[in-house]
């Protein structure tokens, strides 16, 4: 699972008992919480709980919410596996604080009998950047839509998911973006797909030489590519600035392999710009492309899609886990990020 245990009389954030929701870190306490609270539910169901024995319900009660609907892949016949839920916010608040009326939470791999084999799939179709196509994307997305739907104040709606659950997130919080509403977005060690740079090679002059060759290489490709006509590849500049205004919360530790790459990604835009000499045009084109993508494209594995790979985002406001290094387990795991005393390094990444 994530990590920690399932009790949340011993492993919740207990010291938010009066949540103060203008406060960033309880928000973010709240949302790992509740995207938490999706992993126990689908546990409970698998252990056939009954009432008294439900362990998920006090991930959402301890902070006034209820559960509204569970959402269930239901794409094989003989699997029923609850991925996702959505929580209504109980307490009425006033029109100056940030809590939320809806939460959509998602949960990432449940290293559990009914439920592992079909994450793997999924796990698997974010590598090969086809998790949209996924019966459980659609089930995601349409779940979100009714929401907004419903509520119609889209500021009130927050999305929050973790490692394969925060890849759902970010293609949900996408699609809104494009039709101009921006959700608030709490995104837990989402995957990046990409080789850990920083994690192989400690030098970081050299890693800035490999990541200026590749921003080169990957630009590259995309004139190329545009020039000839190839379908697949033609220039996105239109999604990727459409949905700049949208800046979710990134959660990433440095120590995870997953997700830290996302450092890397923005600091490297980043100094990128400060180089000039059209750096910076060379950093903008190829922050839009996925390089693994192209090289998959290349070699002939099919369903790839390269028009817009699902880890890239415009913008972010990064929060990045500065505590002593872990094991990966606890490094990628979720109940890291409701800790009271974490040292965390805040940058917001503005795509222009």
């Not at 989402?190 to 030098?203: A, Q, T």
């Given at each position: 699972m994530a990590c920690g245990g399932e009790d949340f009389s011993i492993y919740g954030p207990l010291h938010l008992t009066n949540v103060d929701w203008n406060n960033e870190h309880h928000r973010r306490s709240v949302a790992a919480s509740l995207a938490y609270g999706v992993y126990i539910l689908e546990s409970d169901r698998q252990r056939k709980c009954r009432r008294s024995q439900l362990l998920a319900p006090p991930w959402w009660e301890f902070f006034h919410f209820k559960l509204l609907r569970q959402l269930a892949d239901d794409d094989d016949d003989d699997q029923f596996t609850i991925f996702g839920a959505i929580f209504e916010y109980k307490k009425r608040s006033n029109s100056f604080d940030q809590s939320p009326h809806y939460v959509?939470?998602?949960?990432?791999?449940?290293?559990?009998?009914?439920?592992?084999?079909?994450?793997?799939?999924?796990?698997?179709?974010?590598?090969?950047?086809?998790?949209?196509?996924?019966?459980?994307?659609?089930?995601?997305?349409?779940?979100?839509?009714?929401?907004?739907?419903?509520?119609?104040?889209?500021?009130?709606?927050?999305?929050?998911?973790?490692?394969?659950?925060?890849?759902?997130?970010?293609?949900?919080?996408?699609?809104?973006?494009?039709?101009?509403?921006?959700?608030?977005?709490?995104?837990?060690?989402?995957?990046?797909?990409?080789?850990?740079?920083?994690?192989?090679?400690?030098?970081?002059?050299?890693?800035?030489?490999?990541?200026?060759?590749?921003?080169?290489?990957?630009?590259?490709?995309?004139?190329?590519?545009?020039?000839?006509?190839?379908?697949?590849?033609?220039?996105?500049?239109?999604?990727?600035?459409?949905?700049?205004?949208?800046?979710?919360?990134?959660?990433?530790?440095?120590?995870?392999?997953?997700?830290?790459?996302?450092?890397?990604?923005?600091?490297?835009?980043?100094?990128?710009?400060?180089?000039?000499?059209?750096?910076?045009?060379?950093?903008?084109?190829?922050?839009?492309?996925?390089?693994?993508?192209?090289?998959?494209?290349?070699?002939?594995?099919?369903?790839v899609e390269i028009e817009e790979p699902m880890h890239l985002l415009p913008s972010a406001n990064l929060i990045v886990n500065l505590n002593p290094p872990l094991k990966f387990w606890q490094a990628h795991g979720l109940c890291q990020w409701w800790r009271p005393d974490l040292n965390l390094k805040c940058t917001v990444y503005k795509y222009k």
């Open positions: 959509v939470a998602f949960r990432g791999t449940l290293m559990e009998p009914e439920s592992f084999v079909r994450d793997l799939e999924l796990d698997v179709s974010i590598i090969l950047n086809g998790l949209r196509k996924t019966n459980r994307f659609r089930i995601a997305m349409k779940a979100v839509q009714d929401i907004i739907d419903l509520i119609g104040d889209c500021s009130k709606v927050w999305l929050t998911g973790h490692s394969l659950g925060a890849a759902m997130a970010i293609l949900a919080g996408k699609n809104m973006a494009k039709k101009g509403k921006f959700l608030e977005g709490f995104l837990f060690n989402p995957p990046f797909i990409s080789v850990p740079i920083e994690r192989i090679f400690k030098n970081k002059k050299l890693n800035h030489r490999i990541r200026f060759a590749g921003s080169v290489f990957t630009a590259g490709l995309a004139i190329t590519s545009a020039l000839k006509g190839d379908e697949g590849f033609q220039d996105n500049n239109n999604w990727f600035s459409a949905i700049s205004g949208w800046i979710p919360w990134v959660f990433v530790n440095r120590v995870d392999y997953v997700c830290s790459e996302y450092i890397g990604y923005y600091e490297h835009r980043k100094k990128m710009d400060e180089i000039g000499f059209g750096a910076g045009a060379i950093a903008k084109l190829a922050a839009r492309y996925s390089l693994g993508g192209f090289a998959m494209s290349m070699v002939g594995i099919k369903g």
